[in-house]
């Protein structure tokens, strides 16, 4: 089993900055895609951007150029670096864990979501 903790939400206002990081702890031999969604209120989840193992990355547009992600493979641990922050960004951030393996001789993979961290950006 595998467990996603996420910190560094929080209050800011327009134009601020905040770095969520997520930890992904258990049984883990590799995780293929580490990544962020969100969702706010009444509105659908959005893939807001997304790591593979070996350093492949991919945003929302809306971030493109405000958000960066990073990760650290070793502390199976996935950082997002957010710039400009703006009132649409406000949400709930969940971290992500896709095709993990958990041994090395396993065949099948296991996805895994944190929790979430609420995202407040004020006007």
């Known amino acids: 089993q595998v467990q996603l903790v996420e910190s560094g939400g929080g209050l800011v206002q327009s134009g601020g900055s905040l770095r969520l990081s997520c930890a992904a702890s258990?049984?883990?031999?590799?995780?293929?895609?580490m990544g962020w969604y969100r969702q706010a209120p009444g509105k659908q989840r959005e893939l807001v951007t997304s790591?593979?193992?070996?350093?492949?990355?991919e945003y929302l547009y809306s971030v493109k150029g405000r958000f960066a992600i990073s990760r650290d493979n070793p502390k199976n641990t996935v950082y997002l670096q957010m710039n400009s922050l703006k009132p649409a960004d406000t949400a709930v951030y969940h971290c992500?864990?896709?095709?993990?393996?958990?041994?090395?001789?396993?065949?099948?993979?296991?996805?895994?979501w944190g929790q979430g961290t609420q995202v407040t950006v004020s006007s």
């Open positions: 992500f864990a896709e095709r993990v393996k958990e041994h090395l001789l396993d065949t099948t993979y296991s996805d895994y």
């Open positions: 258990g049984s883990i031999f590799m995780i293929y895609v």
């Open positions: 790591i593979t193992d070996d350093g492949t990355i």
